[in-house]
T-cell receptor
Framework: NAGVTQTPKFRVLKTGQSMTLLCAQD?????MYWYRQDPGMGLRLIHY???????AKGEVPDGYNVSRLKKQNFLLGLESAAPSQTSVYFC??????????FGQGTRLTVV | TQLLEQSPQFLSIQEGENLTVYCNSS?????LQWYRQEPGEGPVLLVT?????EVKKLKRLTFQFGDARKDSSLHITAAQPGDTGLYLC???????????FGKGTMLLVSP
């Protein structure tokens, strides 16, 4: 039972480069989320989706874009990476506004 | 803003000691969840409390939801090194679409 799978697990980017983080879930959940976690800041919601083809902004959406073309996948894009986007990124999914299941995270460093 | 405040932020204890961590808010939540996050991993759900005054036990962990559904506590009896991790509370307030997370309590249990 894979649950929520994130790729890649680690990445180093140069300032200005772009990349896409992929999240896949096999639990048929409607809701999917992207969070970033920084020391002392807790988990902060970047964007979320309540179903295929829908997306919404969270608490810290600037500099990120998302797409939910398929129910099981939620992509997070960084158009022009900045050092402030160095963080650990977590994807999660849930059945409605209920318990969230998290991936193992992507550690991103922007130099 | 449905802020969830957790205390203490950091707790370092010896194996065998008891401890309580708290999650407080000025908002009412339909349910509160507790997660544990180990280093390098994503948060994992421990329990959900739904009813005001509810108490749930998970082995040596006891979770309580406040009568007014604005606060919750987690009590650990006879802590063990395996309990080390970041404990996060999260909830969905009425009128909100997504989970709100507290910043967490980092627990270190030394042998």
């Amino acid at each position: 039972n894979a649950g929520v799978t994130q790729t890649p697990k680690f990445r180093v980017l140069k300032t200005g480069q772009s990349m896409t983080l992929l999240c896949a879930q096999d639990m048929n959940h409607e809701y999917m989320y992207w969070y970033r976690q920084d020391p002392g800041m807790g988990l902060r919601l970047i964007h979320y989706s309540v179903g295929e083809g829908t997306t919404a902004k969270g608490e810290v959406p600037d500099g990120y874009n998302v797409s939910r073309l398929k129910k099981q996948n939620f992509l997070l894009g960084l158009e022009s990476a900045a050092p402030s986007q160095t963080s650990v990124y977590f994807c999660a999914s849930s059945y409605g506004r209920r318990e969230a299941f998290f991936g193992q995270g992507t550690r991103l460093t922007v130099v | 803003t449905q802020l969830l405040e957790q205390s203490p932020q950091f707790l370092s204890i010896q194996e065998g000691e008891n401890l309580t961590v708290y999650c407080n808010s000025s908002s009412v939540f339909s349910s509160l969840q507790w997660y544990r996050q180990e280093p390098g991993e994503g948060p994992v759900l421990l329990v959900t409390v739904v009813t005001g005054g509810e108490v749930k036990k998970l082995k040596r962990l006891t979770f309580q939801f406040g009568d007014a559904r604005k606060d919750s506590s987690l009590h650990i009896t006879a802590a063990q090194p395996g309990d080390t991790g970041l404990y996060l509370c999260a909830g969905v307030g009425s009128g909100y679409s997504t989970l709100t997370f507290g910043k967490g309590t980092m627990l270190l249990v030394s042998p």
